[in-house]
């Protein structure tokens, strides 16, 4: 953590930042936030992105890469929050089968089906998105088997079970922010280096019980390439960034929350979003990034090498 004194225009700088978080989702007009269905490379998805009258440049895209056997839907509230800072967020159910268990496992190459997906859907006629996608940015957001699925995209390795169809990373792969992710191997021999290429965030529930606090704190040390960043979530859990606490189909975390769903949520894509922002060029994003943001937000603490 980085202690910095909050004052009074740190304080309207957090404020600001949490206005821009929409309250209501439809795709009726310019005004309203876009939120459709769709399907990428075969697999069910949905979109989320701002409202066209919100945003004047292109919008990067946010791919979600869900944890296992947690359905799409589940990151409605999360995906919208994040899509509120400036994304299109699109978030795939992807079933494949690994170790003989069919399931929602994905896989590194729905990176490339995404940006396929975003080419395609920048100039479909009908699109709610037409000539409003930066087809040429991609990031990545995961939860937990799709954080560990993204982090090893971001080294460049084809690494099962994570790699079940050839894929490589793609160039438009700009930076990645991941919850309730590690890579440390079973029995805890320690976490093996995370040569990344691209700037890297994870963002971990002090209250997880299914990934750990300190195999979060263990891959933040073994990620190679800053920037990097650890954001710590007083209270929450492994499902933080669901919308209930029981997602169907999922493990479920022995280790109970302690703050409101909606307060993990919040953070979760504060900082996720904020991180991206930053890595993609926004100025004023990393400055209450690496400035103010740890000082003036009571959900978390902080640590970060620029």
């Given at each position: ?138 990031v990545l957001l995961g939860h937990s088997f799709g ?123 504060r900082w996720s979003a904020m991180f991206l922002r ?29």
């Amino acid at each position: 953590m980085r202690p910095i004194r909050a004052t009074t225009a740190a304080a309207a700088a957090f404020a600001l930042v949490t206005s821009v978080l929409p309250t209501s989702w439809a795709a009726a007009d310019e005004d309203s936030p876009v939120a459709f269905a769709t399907t990428v490379n075969g697999d069910p998805a949905d979109v989320y992105a701002p409202a066209a009258s919100d945003v004047s440049a292109a919008l990067p895209v946010a791919l979600l890469l869900q944890g296992a056997n947690v359905g799409r839907s589940a990151y409605s509230a999360y995906a919208r929050a994040v899509a509120g800072y400036g994304f299109v967020v699109v978030v795939p159910d992807h079933r494949r089968t690994i170790y003989g268990q069919s399931g929602l496992f994905p896989e590194e190459a729905q990176a490339s089906w995404t940006l396929s997906w975003a080419r395609d859907e920048d100039t479909r006629a009908a699109s709610p998105l037409k000539g409003r996608i930066d087809t040429g940015s991609l990031v990545l957001l995961g939860h937990s088997f799709g954080g560990a699925a993204g982090l090893a995209l971001t080294t460049g390795a084809c690494a099962p079970p994570f790699c079940a169809t050839p894929a490589v990373k793609p160039a438009e792969l700009k930076g990645a922010a991941f919850f309730g992710t590690n890579n440390s191997p079973p029995g805890g021999s320690g976490n093996p280096p995370v040569p990344n290429t691209v700037p890297v965030a994870l963002v971990q529930g002090t209250a997880d019980g299914i990934a750990a606090p300190a195999a979060a704190q263990g891959t933040y040390e073994a990620i190679q390439a800053p920037p990097k960043m650890l954001v710590s979530v007083t209270g929450a859990n492994h499902y933080g960034i669901t919308d209930t606490q029981a997602p169907a189909g999922a493990a479920p975390d022995p280790s109970a929350q302690t703050v409101p769903q909606e307060t993990g949520i919040r953070a979760s894509a504060r900082w996720s979003a904020m991180f991206l922002r930053t890595v993609l060029g926004d100025v004023w994003s990393g400055v209450w990034l690496w400035g103010v943001g740890d000082a003036v937000d009571p959900a978390v603490t902080v640590r970060y090498v620029r």
